[in-house]
């Protein structure tokens, strides 16, 4: 049985002295780089995991974490009171990975084959955001505008051209509110934010517009 595990995990290594190979030996099993994707903007439950990838299976959420967990990628820690829960969180390794899922997903947008019509996360959403923002667009203009998915909420902070995005509430300039699907034809399709009804804006609408009009998706491949 001992000689059975260790010819399994002998066929899962690549024998490759490439940094490539290495990353593909911690990411490369399936699921594993999207979990770490939904962990980017902070810890979450194993429910709230299941919820954002919902083809995922319990059994394979708990090997992927724990794979993970081994390598050194993901620890889990219980939340202090009142929340008093146990969450999964990327170490500070696990963080580093940021640009590497962000270059990957720009890269394969590009693609015809992309489907938007697919389930999209909220932190697809807000991650992607961060990935095609158009800094000339944007140019010096600063704004601070929040996004609510059901219970789950972020903040978007636009400064020098730069966007950061963090989990949580707090002081905005506008709020805007709907399923993560229903941004896509307004952020990436330049659909006016005014003829969508499935997004609500509260607060000042001028710059819920203007926000929603920095982000392309890159050109696909000829």
Not at 57 to 70: C, F, K
Not at 73 to 95: C, D, F, M, S
Not at 167 to 190: K, M, W
Request: hydrophobic fraction near 45%; glycine fraction near 10%; aromatic fraction near 8%.
């Amino acid at each position: 049985m001992e000689l059975e595990k260790v010819t399994k995990a002998d066929k899962r290594r690549y024998d490759d002295a490439c940094g490539a190979a290495l990353g593909m030996e911690y990411v490369g099993e399936r699921w594993a780089l999207l979990l770490m994707r939904e962990l980017l903007l902070g810890p979450r439950r194993f429910g709230e995991l299941r919820a954002g990838l919902p083809g995922i299976s319990a059994n394979v959420l708990t090997q992927r974490l724990s794979g993970l967990e081994a390598a050194g990628i993901v620890h889990r820690h219980r939340l202090p009171p009142p929340a008093n829960v146990q969450v999964y969180e990327l170490t500070r390794w696990g963080y580093e990975s940021e640009p590497v899922v962000l270059a990957l997903a720009k890269w394969a947008l590009r693609s015809p084959t992309h489907d938007p019509s697919l389930p999209f996360s909220a932190v697809s959403l807000m991650l992607s955001l961060k990935m095609l923002l158009l800094p000339e667009r944007a140019g010096g203009w600063q704004a601070r505008v929040a996004f609510r998915f059901g219970e789950d909420a972020y903040v978007a902070t636009l400064a020098d051209g730069a966007l950061h995005v963090r989990r949580g509430a707090g002081d905005v300039e506008a709020t805007l509110s709907g399923a993560p699907s229903a941004f896509l034809p307004v952020v990436y399709g330049g659909r006016p934010l005014a003829m969508v009804e499935a997004i609500t804006v509260e607060g000042n609408r001028a710059i819920a517009e203007r926000f929603t009009t920095l982000f392309r998706l890159p050109p696909k491949v000829e």
